[in-house]
């Protein structure tokens, strides 16, 4: 699958028989005459529509199969399938890791995503939803040790967020950033997590984001979040 992977990237970087087919397909379902369940045309009349080669509409439809966006039945055809969000996330995250300023520009981005969606989930989370954060919680202190760090709970908090905002882009996107930063969270929090009282810390501005979504105190979400990162930042620094 990996292979597949960057032989996608390359179709989708490299090919502009790629573009003109997407935006066959993209104006096609605007349209409404193409919806999940539909079958293509048929390859040879299919290229001749959209104005490819047999090879380049051969390719985009492997790379579109890949992304999820179509099915390939044996003997029937390529048939159009319902939108899935999280089958997009292993590639985005596969672009996303070979942009060399990566890091920096997910973090400034993650600070903005996670404040608005704090704000968010302040006022849409249900009572079941705000238990889980504080169960969450309640297993910090048992993951912050030598093998774990913290990473995971961290990560299960914030992704629960997401969630909490009911919108599936947040989730979408927040999955895609949280892969990439997991790795990098470990590596620097292995020296951070011997100082005294560090550990303590990390579950304290949690449960300040937790306190301040249960009170429904928007504003104090928001910067509790924002908080939360600059308590964060200023341990990972040292």
Same mark, same amino acid.
């Given at each position: 699958?990996?292979?597949?992977? %960057?032989?996608?990237?390359?179709?989708? %970087?490299?090919?502009?028989?790629?573009?003109?087919?997407?935006?066959?397909?993209?104006?096609?379902?605007?349209?409404? %005459?193409?919806?999940?369940?539909?079958?293509?045309?048929?390859? $040879?009349?299919?290229?001749?529509?959209?104005?490819?080669? !047999?090879?380049?509409?051969?390719?985009?439809?492997?790379?579109?199969?890949?992304?999820?966006?179509?099915?390939?039945?044996?003997?029937?055809? &390529?048939?159009?399938?319902?939108?899935?969000? !999280?089958?997009?996330? &292993?590639?985005?995250?596969?672009?996303? +890791?070979?942009?060399?300023?990566?890091?920096?520009?997910?973090?400034?981005? /993650?600070? +903005?995503?996670?404040?608005?969606?704090?704000?968010?989930?302040?006022?849409?989370?249900?009572?079941?939803?705000?238990?889980?954060? $504080?169960?969450?919680?309640?297993?910090?202190?048992?993951?912050?040790?030598?093998?774990?760090?913290?990473?995971? %709970?961290?990560?299960?908090?914030?992704?629960?967020?997401?969630? +909490?905002?009911?919108?599936?882009?947040?989730?979408?996107?927040?999955?895609?950033?949280?892969?990439?930063?997991?790795?990098?969270?470990?590596? /620097? !929090?292995?020296?951070?997590?011997?100082? *005294?009282?560090?550990?303590?810390?990390?579950?304290?501005?949690?449960?300040?984001?937790?306190?301040?979504?249960?009170?429904?105190?928007?504003?104090?979400?928001?910067?509790?979040?924002? $908080?939360?990162?600059?308590?964060?930042?200023?341990?990972?620094? *040292?």
């Amino acid at each position: 699958m990996g292979n597949d992977k %960057t032989q996608l990237y390359l179709v989708l %970087t490299k090919s502009k028989p790629f573009d003109t087919v997407l935006c066959y397909f993209k104006e096609a379902i605007l349209q409404g %005459t193409l919806k999940p369940g539909d079958c293509l045309l048929p390859e $040879r009349e299919l290229a001749e529509r959209v104005g490819v080669s !047999r090879a380049s509409l051969r390719e985009t439809l492997r790379a579109l199969e890949i992304l999820g966006v179509i099915v390939s039945v044996p003997g029937q055809g &390529s048939y159009i399938l319902p939108p899935n969000i !999280r089958s997009l996330s &292993s590639f985005f995250e596969l672009m996303l +890791a070979l942009k060399p300023t990566i890091s920096e520009n997910i973090m400034e981005f /993650r600070l +903005a995503l996670e404040c608005e969606a704090v704000r968010l989930a302040t006022h849409r989370a249900t009572p079941q939803e705000l238990g889980y954060l $504080r169960e969450i919680i309640d297993r910090m202190p048992e993951s912050l040790d030598r093998d774990q760090l913290g990473v995971e %709970t961290d990560y299960e908090f914030h992704l629960a967020v997401m969630r +909490a905002t009911h919108n599936e882009l947040f989730v979408f996107v927040y999955e895609i950033i949280g892969a990439l930063l997991k790795r990098s969270h470990y590596e /620097r !929090r292995v020296g951070v997590l011997s100082i *005294n009282g560090v550990g303590e810390k990390f579950i304290k501005v949690h449960e300040s984001v937790y306190d301040a979504m249960l009170q429904g105190n928007e504003a104090l979400a928001v910067e509790s979040m924002k $908080r939360h990162f600059q308590v964060i930042n200023e341990f990972l620094k *040292n």
